[in-house]
């Protein structure tokens, strides 16, 4: 036992070539600082941070003050300084950098749980193991290496795996409403309206989630699979607006070839100190915890909930990439305990449009907007209040259903799940109807 220990400990602390690793995190943090720059030149951080008036918290994240507005622009720009230092810098200056983009990315992302993206997380997970891992020589343990390639790798397998499901690969949802959407596109579009298409999408994108990792991994058909990055990614990019998400996983890609590709190209980076660093005990049980942890937790979706995409329980931090058309339309009715009168209120009056939306679909957000407006008017009129919900959701071209039971005080209300009627894609198939 102690001899395999010591041979698996011996591979893992090898050094491997850290040209590559340097490219990538030259680009990642011109890619991260360039993402937070274009937020406040497209004008986005008004409907993000600076409109709403009501802002969705994450309950595990509630002890994280709120950014002031005032701070929103300067949290962006120095934010971008960190990432740029996080992808050239070396040493203390390389992880300083790290972590003042990690402060700023992370208290942003925070502000407000409509926000939410997979890939802001993601930029999120890689940011902090750049930050950490030994980088900064010639070489780095090989472990450093196949941890950025695992963290890579479990988006993957786990976005395939949440893909296997039947609205996925039997009815082709929700790529059919969105192929149809897209179907005007110059030289897409054609393809798109072919009725096979949104079946063939799906299976295609599963089967490549599912295995791209591995492609990439092996030699003899890493030049294939580069081909197939570039074109999964480069069509997502061109049919959804996901933000950055293609041009990371596109640079991710780079993490699976030679890590001497870079030297093969002529490129002679600077070494500032002798990397490498070797798998002691500490240091493997850390690594095993963390792997664990990124392997296990998106899948709690299946001890929370009944259906991921009906009650979206586990969704967040999941990496459940676009497997759901969700519409709602959510209205609440509050009335003050043993009175009859009732006072009818539009989400709308009190978010943004942005986070109304967002919100419709969400049973956990829907409740939280329901309290707060129910804590509001108790304490206007001076007793206690009841608060009920009509939200109608339609769920890949069903027909809507409401999601909560009627008779739910939301301010009351102790367990989700069983306030929530059953998910219609346990008794109904998608509608097929055209997308105008």
């Given at each position: 036992?102690?001899?395999?220990?010591?041979?698996?400990?011996?591979?893992?602390?090898?050094?491997?070539?850290?040209?590559?690793?340097?490219?990538?995190?030259?680009?990642?943090?011109?890619?991260?600082?360039?993402?937070?720059?274009?937020?406040?030149?497209?004008?986005?951080?008004?409907p993000l941070f600076l409109e709403p008036t009501f802002r969705f918290e994450y309950e595990a994240f509630a002890f994280v003050p709120v950014i002031p507005k005032a701070l929103v622009p300067w949290?962006?720009?120095?934010?971008?300084?960190?990432?740029?230092?996080?992808?050239?810098?070396?040493?203390?200056?390389?992880?300083?950098?790290?972590?003042?983009?990690?402060?700023?990315?992370?208290?942003?992302?925070?502000?407000?749980?409509?926000?939410?993206?997979?890939?802001?997380?993601?930029?999120?997970?890689?940011?902090?193991?750049?930050?950490?891992?030994?980088?900064?020589?010639?070489?780095?343990?090989?472990?450093?290496?196949?941890?950025?390639?695992?963290?890579?790798?479990?988006?993957?397998?786990?976005?395939?795996?949440?893909?296997?499901?039947?609205?996925?690969?039997?009815?082709?949802?929700?790529?059919?409403?969105?192929?149809?959407?897209?179907?005007?596109?110059?030289?897409?579009?054609?393809?798109?309206?072919?009725?096979?298409?949104?079946?063939?999408?799906?299976?295609?994108?599963?089967?490549?989630?599912?295995?791209?990792?591995?492609?990439?991994?092996?030699?003899?058909?890493?030049?294939?699979?580069?081909?197939?990055?570039?074109?999964?990614?480069?069509?997502?990019?061109?049919?959804?607006?996901?933000?950055?998400?293609?041009?990371?996983?596109?640079?991710?890609?780079?993490?699976?070839?030679?890590?001497?590709?870079?030297?093969?190209?002529?490129?002679?980076?600077?070494?500032?100190?002798?990397?490498?660093?070797?798998?002691?005990?500490?240091?493997?049980?850390?690594?095993?915890?963390?792997?664990?942890?990124?392997?296990?937790?998106?899948?709690?979706?299946?001890?929370?909930?009944?259906?991921?995409?009906?009650?979206?329980?586990?969704?967040?931090?999941?990496?459940?990439?676009?497997?759901?058309?969700?519409?709602?339309?959510?209205?609440?009715?509050?009335?003050?305990?043993?009175?009859?009168?009732?006072?009818?209120?539009?989400?709308?009056?009190?978010?943004?449009?942005?986070?109304?939306?967002?919100?419709?679909?969400?049973?956990?957000?829907?409740?939280?907007?329901?309290?707060?407006?129910?804590?509001?008017?108790?304490?206007?009129?001076?007793?206690?209040?009841?608060?009920?919900?009509?939200?109608?959701?339609?769920?890949?071209?069903?027909?809507?259903?409401?999601?909560?039971?009627?008779?739910?005080?939301?301010?009351?209300?102790?367990?989700?799940?069983?306030?929530?009627?059953?998910?219609?894609?346990?008794?109904?198939?998608?509608?097929?109807?055209?997308?105008?």
């Amino acid at each position: 036992m102690r001899a395999r220990w010591e041979q698996l400990a011996g591979w893992a602390g090898a050094p491997e070539d850290g040209a590559s690793v340097r490219v990538y995190r030259a680009l990642i943090g011109l890619l991260l600082a360039g993402a937070l720059v274009r937020l406040h030149l497209t004008g986005w951080t008004g409907p993000l941070f600076l409109e709403p008036t009501f802002r969705f918290e994450y309950e595990a994240f509630a002890f994280v003050p709120v950014i002031p507005k005032a701070l929103v622009p300067w949290a962006l720009a120095v934010g971008a300084v960190g990432a740029v230092v996080l992808g050239f810098g070396a040493g203390m200056a390389r992880r300083l950098g790290g972590v003042v983009f990690l402060a700023c990315f992370g208290w942003l992302k925070l502000y407000d749980v409509t926000n939410y993206l997979n890939h802001d997380y993601l930029a999120f997970l890689l940011g902090a193991l750049l930050t950490v891992l030994p980088l900064d020589g010639p070489s780095l343990p090989r472990w450093a290496l196949w941890l950025l390639r695992f963290q890579v790798g479990v988006v993957y397998v786990h976005a395939g795996l949440a893909k296997v499901n039947t609205d996925w690969l039997v009815h082709g949802q929700p790529l059919e409403t969105w192929f149809a959407a897209n179907r005007g596109l110059p030289v897409l579009g054609p393809l798109l309206a072919l009725p096979f298409a949104p079946l063939l999408g799906s299976w295609a994108a599963c089967l490549y989630d599912l295995t791209i990792p591995f492609w990439l991994s092996a030699r003899r058909t890493r030049p294939f699979a580069l081909v197939a990055v570039l074109v999964f990614h480069g069509a997502t990019h061109a049919l959804f607006d996901i933000g950055i998400f293609p041009f990371l996983m596109t640079l991710n890609a780079t993490l699976f070839l030679d890590p001497s590709w870079p030297r093969r190209l002529g490129w002679r980076p600077v070494a500032v100190a002798q990397g490498g660093r070797p798998l002691g005990a500490a240091l493997a049980v850390g690594l095993a915890m963390y792997v664990a942890f990124q392997a296990l937790f998106p899948l709690r979706s299946h001890l929370l909930g009944d259906d991921v995409l009906w009650d979206e329980q586990g969704m967040r931090w999941s990496w459940k990439v676009m497997l759901r058309e969700k519409n709602g339309a959510v209205s609440y009715r509050v009335r003050a305990k043993g009175e009859t009168r009732e006072w009818q209120i539009d989400p709308r009056d009190v978010l943004t449009a942005r986070q109304a939306n967002e919100m419709s679909g969400q049973p956990d957000l829907i409740v939280q907007l329901g309290r707060h407006l129910g804590r509001d008017l108790a304490q206007k009129l001076g007793r206690p209040v009841e608060v009920f919900v009509d939200a109608r959701v339609s769920l890949n071209r069903r027909a809507p259903r409401l999601l909560f039971k009627p008779e739910v005080d939301l301010m009351t209300l102790e367990n989700l799940r069983q306030a929530l009627n059953e998910s219609p894609r346990r008794a109904s198939s998608p509608e097929s109807v055209a997308v105008r």
